[in-house]
């Protein structure tokens, strides 16, 4: 049960301000996806496409930028909370309702990128991550990519008449 996901905005904060960071730039994927024109199509349209894949960099960017760099010693503020700016918690972005399978797709990913990160060993620490957790994301983050490059940019839009949302409202 431990490991159950109920809730993605838990824990509500961190000791890690670094993680909060990657969380709080994975959330605001996540609500830019859930918002975007191809939430409600059947396509993953090419602006919508170069945003994720963008906003997807830059998380990948945050984090390697934090990694890059050394652990710092922080006595004296350790261990503070930082607590996490949930853009997509505030808003009521229902990921799992977006009309779009492939958006839905991404969100899940993105959903799972924020909790493994929020919930990880690096969350404990004071900033920084572990390897493992890098490692973790490094997967998700490539995984996201290929996503969009082997699945979308191939077979979106497709031609799905019969199950889009307004075709299924107005069938007696």
């Known amino acids: 049960m431990a490991n159950e996901v109920s809730n993605i905005y838990e824990p509500p904060s961190c000791r890690n301000f670094d993680v909060t960071g990657a969380v709080d730039r994975l959330d605001r994927v996540l609500y830019e996806l859930c918002t975007s024109e191809s939430a409600v199509t059947?396509?993953?349209?090419?602006?919508d496409r170069n945003r994720f894949t963008a906003n997807w960099a830059e998380?990948?960017?945050y984090i390697s930028a934090i990694q890059s760099q050394d652990r710092?010693?922080?006595?004296h503020s350790f261990p503070a909370m930082y607590a996490f700016r949930y853009v997509s918690k505030d808003t009521n972005?229902?990921?799992e309702s977006v009309k779009n399978?492939?958006?839905r797709d991404l969100a899940r990913l993105v959903v799972n990128a924020m909790v493994q990160m929020s919930r990880s060993e690096s969350a404990d620490q004071s900033n920084k991550y572990?390897?493992?957790?890098?490692a973790r994301w490094d997967l998700l983050f490539a995984r996201g990519n290929d996503m969009v490059t082997q699945y979308a940019q191939v077979a979106l839009p497709g031609d799905k008449p019969e199950s889009s949302d307004f075709e299924v409202g107005q069938r007696t």
């Open 72 to 75: 710092l010693d922080l006595p």
């Open 93 to 95: 972005v229902d990921w």
């Open 59 to 61: 998380v990948q960017t």
């Open 101 to 103: 399978a492939f958006v």
């Open 42 to 47: 059947n396509d993953f349209n090419e602006y």
């Open 130 to 134: 572990i390897p493992s957790d890098v």
